[in-house]
């Protein structure tokens, strides 16, 4: 099984202590590539630098998350922009909207939204895009530049059949992440993972959140990590009766296409 982890927070400090391990943990289970996310100035910047030291290997994104939204000033803008020029950057974001926790005012967040949707456009990146609880403002702020802006993945998709509906109607890309193996929250993306054409499905681990709650055994430190995303593509294959070789095939041309990773 050879995958591509489109979402990995590799930047997160608890992975400083074993990170080489973390790697040939990853390619150990078929994680042959990986996308670093970048969630803030600083974040992406140690994305870039993460992705020069492992070229092949890792990629990044570039952009600020929601939650840091009210952080985002001009400053910010010119370091993304220059980090969206980096052949190592390969989307804008991780951007969007998040109501649920709302760790920035909902204004800020169309801000900070709107200004790196115009880097996407003058870039010409693809875009890594976050939403939770804020769908109709996230499509407001999406839909005037829809026929400007180049591919487009919603990451980390836990929503309903109506947003689902709505972003595949847009053309654009679903990840699906360990959520699908909680039975607590995640049984209806079982239902509709089926729904998501074969062309735009990618899968994820947002390592290291949202560690799989069907492992067995689990780690101790309960950290996710790229490792468990074979574990993640058995699961999506399970829902969408597929066999698991097919599920990885697909989702992992869909990734090297969406991310131009050649």
Request: with cysteine.
């Amino acid at each position: 099984m050879r995958l591509v982890d489109i979402g990995a927070n590799l930047t997160h400090e608890s992975f400083r202590a074993d990170f080489d391990a973390v790697l040939e943990r990853a390619r150990a289970h078929g994680v042959e590539r990986l996308v670093v996310t970048g969630a803030s100035a600083g974040g992406s910047r140690a994305a870039r630098e993460l992705a020069r030291a492992h070229p092949g290997l890792l990629y990044a994104t570039a952009g600020v998350h929601p939650h840091h939204a009210h952080e985002y000033d001009d400053a910010t803008d010119a370091l993304l922009r220059e980090l969206a020029a980096a052949p190592e950057v390969k989307a804008v974001g991780e951007t969007g909207l998040d109501y649920y926790r709302n760790y920035s005012p909902h204004a800020a967040q169309i801000a900070a939204f709107e200004r790196q949707l115009a880097i996407a456009v003058d870039s010409g990146k693809p875009l890594f895009l976050h939403q939770r609880d804020a769908h109709a403002d996230f499509l407001a702020c999406l839909d005037p530049v829809r026929d400007r802006i180049g591919r487009v993945v919603v990451h980390c998709f836990t929503g309903e059949r109506e947003e689902l509906t709505a972003y595949l109607d847009r053309g654009w890309y679903i990840g699906i992440t360990g959520w699908i193996c909680d039975e607590r929250r995640g049984l209806h993306l079982r239902e509709l993972v089926k729904h998501i054409p074969a062309d735009r499905l990618m899968i994820e681990t947002d390592a290291p959140y949202l560690l799989p709650r069907d492992l067995h055994p689990k780690p101790s430190h309960r950290r996710n990590e790229p490792m468990y995303l074979a574990h993640i593509c058995t699961a999506v294959a399970a829902a969408r009766g597929e066999d698991v070789a097919e599920t990885a095939a697909r989702t992992t041309a869909n990734a090297v296409a969406f991310f131009g990773l050649g």
